[in-house]
């Protein structure tokens, strides 16, 4: 782009340059009106292609930017790309971890499973419990048997009464045709035969009676026989039903395991790709290792260079100090000044022993302190895993309850259905009444049919009311175990929150250590700090999260109690129901009987047989205005019936909507938990990988704060810059002290000799000396010279080393800053979770209040069925008095 500029530049220059070559070759000579026209239009062209090339200029700068934006834009993506590929190695690591943690769940799943229950002790169970059906089917056979016994029993004890009473009335035909020999009388005789076609009437009747019973004892045991048979259809029909409702949950169970683990281990890596990465991970960390240990060599060889400089600098202070005492004639002054000056040195190293002392004390407390918060985390990490196995367990039981549930109400289904059909039963009965238009015979096996039906219906009703009574006893039982469950449970709740205080006065005495020392190790306690108290965050939360649990457990119990109450007062109901039925189906047996026995006999009317037609004309008057009574009495009762049978199906439709609103809420609440439970899992994870980052960032920090330049190296650095300074200083002094030195020797000796000439040798020796002394200073000068070479390379080092730490301190910084802000939307987080589960609490209040506003209306409702009980009760004590009275005066009048 630049060179294309520089094309249209130089372009617009040779334009102008030619524009102006031409004006000046025409110059004040072109007056002509061609010549103007030309350069007229020689201007035009001109500028046309001056605009050309700024419209070329702008269009290549525009160029310029578009490609300077796309540059800048890929170096965005590529830095994006660099950034998504580090956090992918980082959820590939995360993966790896989580695969990990997902084996071990499986091989704890598997532990689980071999020590659960074996198949074979469940088939031992479920042998156990059809042997014992099987001995109850026995027994209720048994117990028909017997019944069936005493019915032949009575039929006999009945025919052997019919035939005495057939016998009395022979022998009173006996004695009236004894007395009609001895009257003799047209009319005595046709009594008489009349009385004996009467007599024989009577006996073929009572042979009837006697075949009709046997015939109906022969229905009846056919009847049972075929009751047997039906329930055992029954029981098998259960047992399949059952059978497959086990089946059809253990599947949805089995599918819904498999679709979790297969959730669990979606992605995961295989086995020899784990190995090879565990051993990059080893060989890497031993690398580090390795490292670590080089690092430390070189801290120490450079440490132990430090001193010998020191050393070296000390050295040459003292040969200064030896050649300035040298020169000054006062070597005592000097001597004393040294004396003071070592005694000063060893002061200060006292006192830098002292607070050498104080240092490792105070970093083998701080260690200490490290160690406790490190154990501390690994405890609450296991804590955490506790939890989590343990809030696994409580939903491994929540799903087992949920199937229990599931089977109790197929079991209420089918009790509802049976009750149902007994109801309807009870209704035909009642409206089957024998029809006045057939004959007496027919009218009582119609009547003996209905009273065998509802006698059946009775020992049914009967037989399920144990039934139910055993069922409640079984659940009651259940009930009681679930809470000595829920007891055991709540102690280990409590043992925790007793173990919770101790955490609490350690997070004190971690605070007043930070009030103390504020300058070690802040960043990593307040982050540790942070962490502890996330955790009991968690645990306040958790322990939240039982106590719901518990109050569901206690509303489930007390919606149980209420159905297992709604069950009892029903059945009590219709066993009222069926007494006050029977009663008056018994009583309009009787009254049938008693108007068939009452019937006259055919006879000559005389004054005494007109007396008595009378009497029983009267009889049958009163008889058919109480039948009349007791048919208004039967269509109220009928009506009654339809009117509670109403009553009863709405009251069951309330009951259907309820159950499906209870079922509609316990499915939502069980949801709700189930997402809570997982989004405390993900946030146990997410928690514990940030654990792990941080722990990480605490070595890291350390390895840093152990390489990074403490003020102490700086200061070392800057008084070795002085010290080389001063001994570059001290070196030029000598230099020049040393050539003076030699002039005067020189000049003193050169003197002495003229002088005197046997004072040579002793010049000569002085010189010897001088000269000797020369050489040993030259040597340490060049000694020195030579550590001040090596003090350069070293102070060149270091400086490169601060460079590349101090770069390495600012991108820990700008990595801080991102945890950090990563760290305030986790507790950003955190607010948002806490103010929707105290919505979530403020719902499950309101929840409460309509529920128990609802319990409130149906304690009302059934304290008005109550009073209607009572009213029925009454009337049907009433309506049984009445018949009494009834009873009493038809007797007064036979009488």
Not at 252 to 269: M, N, P
Request: aromatic letters at 2%; glycine letters at 2%.
């Amino acid at each position: 782009s630049l060179n294309k500029e520089l094309e249209i530049t130089k372009e617009k220059f040779h334009t102008i340059e030619q524009a102006w070559e031409q004006t000046a070759k025409l110059g004040d000579n072109a007056t002509d009106k061609a010549t103007k026209f030309i350069t007229n239009s020689e201007i035009v062209s001109i500028s046309k292609k001056i605009t050309m090339l700024e419209m070329k200029e702008l269009n290549e700068r525009q160029r310029a930017e578009h490609c300077q934006r796309m540059y800048e834009h890929l170096r965005n993506t590529l830095k994006q790309a660099e950034e998504r590929n580090f956090e992918l190695e980082t959820k590939f690591a995360e993966l790896t971890k989580i695969n990990l943690e997902a084996q071990k769940v499986e091989q704890s799943l598997r532990d689980e499973l071999s020590n659960s229950v074996s198949k074979g002790i469940s088939d031992v169970d479920k042998h156990q419990i059809m042997e014992l059906e099987k001995s109850e089917t026995e027994l209720k056979i048994e117990i028909s048997k017997l019944k069936e016994l005493s019915d032949i029993a009575k039929a006999q004890v009945t025919a052997l009464e019919n035939r005495q009473q057939s016998r009395d009335k022979e022998v009173e035909s006996l004695r009236m045709q004894i007395l009609d020999y001895q009257v003799q009388s047209d009319e005595k005789i046709l009594i008489a035969k009349l009385h004996q076609h009467i007599v024989a009437l009577q006996v073929s009747e009572a042979t009837a009676i006697t075949k009709l019973a046997a015939a109906t004892s022969k229905l009846q045991k056919a009847e049972i026989a075929n009751m047997r048979l039906e329930q055992k259809l029954d029981d098998k029909e259960q047992s399949l039903y059952y059978a497959r409702v086990e089946g059809k949950n253990r599947v949805k169970h089995l599918r819904q395991t498999v679709q979790s683990l297969r959730r669990q281990f979606s992605g995961a890596l295989p086995l020899a790709q784990q190995e090879k990465f565990s051993k990059t991970m080893i060989q890497l960390q031993n690398d580090k290792l390795k490292t670590m240990e080089d690092i430390q060599k070189a801290q120490q060889e450079r440490r132990n260079a430090e001193n010998r400089a020191v050393e070296m600098e000390m050295k040459l202070k003292g040969i200064e100090e030896l050649v300035a005492t040298l020169k000054d004639a006062r070597g005592a002054q000097k001597v004393i000044e040294w004396h003071v000056k070592i005694e000063e040195l060893r002061l200060q190293a006292l006192k830098h022993n002292r607070e050498l002392s104080r240092k490792n004390e105070e970093i083998k407390y701080l260690k200490n302190i490290v160690s406790e918060y490190e154990q501390t985390i690994n405890h609450l990490e296991e804590e955490i895993v506790q939890q989590g196995q343990f809030h696994e367990e409580r939903q491994m039981a929540w799903d087992k309850r949920e199937v229990e549930l599931e089977r109790q109400l197929d079991i209420y289904d089918s009790q509802k259905q049976n009750i149902l059909s007994t109801a309807q039963k009870f209704n035909e009965a009642a409206g089957t009444v024998p029809d006045p238009s057939l004959t007496l015979p027919h009218q009582l096996e119609q009547a003996l049919k209905i009273v065998r039906e509802q006698s059946r219906t009775i020992l049914e009703m009967q037989a399920t009311c144990k039934s139910v009574e055993e069922k409640l006893k079984e659940k009651e039982v259940a009930l009681w175990k679930a809470e000595q469950n829920i007891l055991s449970r709540d102690k280990v709740i409590n043992e925790l929150r007793l173990q919770l205080p101790a955490s609490s006065e350690r997070e004190k005495l971690v605070a007043q250590l930070d009030q103390i020392d504020d300058n070690t190790y802040p960043h990593a306690l307040k982050i540790a700090h942070q962490t502890i108290a996330n955790m009991q965050a968690r645990l306040n939360q958790k322990e939240e999260i039982l106590k719901k649990y518990q109050h569901l457990l206690a509303k489930a119990r007390e919606e149980q109690e209420e159905i297992a109450k709604k069950h009892e007062e029903d059945l009590r109901v219709l066993h009222q129901k069926l007494d006050v039925h029977v009663d008056s189906s018994f009583n309009k047996f009787k009254q049938t009987a008693l108007e068939l026995i009452q019937k006259p006999s055919l006879a000559v009317p005389a004054s005494k047989h007109l007396i008595r037609l009378a009497e029983l004309e009267q009889t049958i008057a009163e008889q058919d205005s109480s039948l009349n009574s007791l048919l208004s009495k039967l269509n109220k009762t009928s009506s009654d019936l339809q009117k509670q049978k109403q009553i009863t199906a709405v009251k069951i439709k309330e009951f259907d909507n309820i159950r499906a609103q209870l079922e509609e809420k316990h499915q939502g609440r069980v949801k709700g938990l189930q997402d809570e439970i997982e989004e405390l899992r993900s946030l146990l994870s997410k928690m514990g990988k940030e654990l792990l980052n941080i722990k990480s960032e605490l070595e890291i920090q350390r390895e840093a704060n152990n390489r990074s330049p403490t003020t102490a190296m700086k200061n070392l650095v800057e008084r070795l810059k002085n010290q080389l300074a001063l001994k570059e200083k001290q070196q030029k002094a000598l230099s020049k002290a040393l050539l003076e030195l030699r002039a005067e020797m020189t000049a003193a000796a050169e003197q002495q000799i003229i002088s005197v000439a046997s004072q040579k040798e002793a010049h000569m020796n002085v010189q010897q000396i001088v000269d000797k002394h020369t050489k040993e200073l030259r040597s340490q000068i060049e000694d020195l010279n030579d550590q001040l070479l090596k003090l350069k390379d070293a102070l060149k080092l270091s400086k490169n080393k601060e460079s590349s730490l101090l770069d390495d301190m600012d991108d820990l910084n700008q990595e801080l800053q991102k945890k950090m802000k990563a760290y305030t939307k986790v507790l950003r987080q955190k607010d948002d979770m806490e103010k929707e589960n105290e919505e979530l609490k403020k719902q499950n209040k309101r929840l409460t209040s309509s529920i128990q506003s609802k319990a409130d209306e149906q304690t009302l409702i059934d304290e008005l069925q109550r009073k209607i009980k009572k009213m029925e009760i009454e009337l049907g004590k009433k309506s049984d008095e009445s018949e009494k009275k009834n009873l009493r005066e038809d007797r007064v009048l036979k009488v």
